[in-house]
């Protein structure tokens, strides 16, 4: 399993129902802070092949990444890795705060 682009909120939806813990990224395709992360990110996604990950480009997909800041009740942010197990939030963070460590260290 690899990384995956998503970009509706039916796709999302999807993810929710079908996985029981996954990671998705909030990813600005101009932001270099946002580059960065998303290097992290795939970091993560290689080095942890079994582990779900996906994302969104927030350029692409702003009605999405509109309904998860709302549905979830957490401020959007770009770039913003979020773990969600059950159906929730397990943990969110933005910027430099995304490493592969860091998303290792969440996903337990």
């Keep these: 399993m690899s990384k995956q ?3 509706t909120e039916d796709e999302f ?5 079908q996985n ?7 990813h600005s395709i101009t932001c270099p802070i946002s580059r960065r ?8 996604a290689n080095q942890h092949e079994d582990y ?3 994302y969104l480009q927030v350029q692409e997909s702003r009605p999405l990444s509109n309904y998860i800041a709302e549905h979830y009740g957490i401020k959007h942010e770009s770039p913003q890795a979020i ?7 397990k943990w969110h963070a933005s910027h ?9 260290e969440n996903s337990k």
């Design 37 to 44: 992360a998303f290097d992290e990110f795939e970091a993560f």
């Design 5 to 7: 682009l998503i970009q």
């Design 96 to 104: 430099s705060q995304i490493t592969a460590q860091t998303l290792a």
């Design 52 to 54: 779900p990950t996906y």
């Design 20 to 26: 029981d813990t996954f990671i998705f990224l909030k």
């Design 83 to 89: 773990i969600f197990t059950n159906g929730k939030v």
């Design 13 to 17: 939806k999807r993810l929710v129902e």
